[in-house]
Nanobody
Framework: EVRLMESGGGLVQPGGSLRLSCAAS????????MSWVRQAPGKGIEWVST???????DYADSVKDRFTISRDNAKNTLYLRMNSLKPEDTAVYYC?????RGQGTQVTVSS
């Protein structure tokens, strides 16, 4: 059974930073691409970033140069480092493998 568990969200002031983690199990983590997506209040799911099995990365324009996706295959863990956070980054953040998402972690950017 595929399981994804996000953590690391919270309340942060504009300009602040957070690092999200996603613990994965039930599949061959190191052999698969992984993604982060988010859902802001009242909006649909927005793709944020993807990292391939080989470590290649891609980002939505809205987060490029501010967010960094990474992975630790030894720990079966996906990360998202978020810098220079803006109020519009407020959302529930999910890691995704295929069509499977975790329960999400809330990120709120507010002064």
């Amino acid at each position: 059974e595929v399981r994804l568990m996000e953590s690391g969200g919270g309340l942060v002031q504009p300009g602040g930073s957070l690092r999200l983690s996603c613990a994965a199990s039930g599949f061959s983590f190191s052999r698969n691409a992984m993604s982060w997506v988010r859902q802001a209040p009242g909006k649909g799911i927005e793709w944020v970033s993807t990292i391939s099995s080989g470590g290649s990365t891609d980002y939505a324009d809205s987060v490029k140069d501010r967010f960094t996706i990474s992975r630790d295959n030894a720990k079966n863990t996906l990360y998202l480092r978020m810098n220079s956070l803006k109020p519009e980054d407020t959302a529930v953040y999910y890691c995704r493998f295929g069509i499977t998402r975790g329960q999400g972690t809330q990120v709120t950017v507010s002064s």
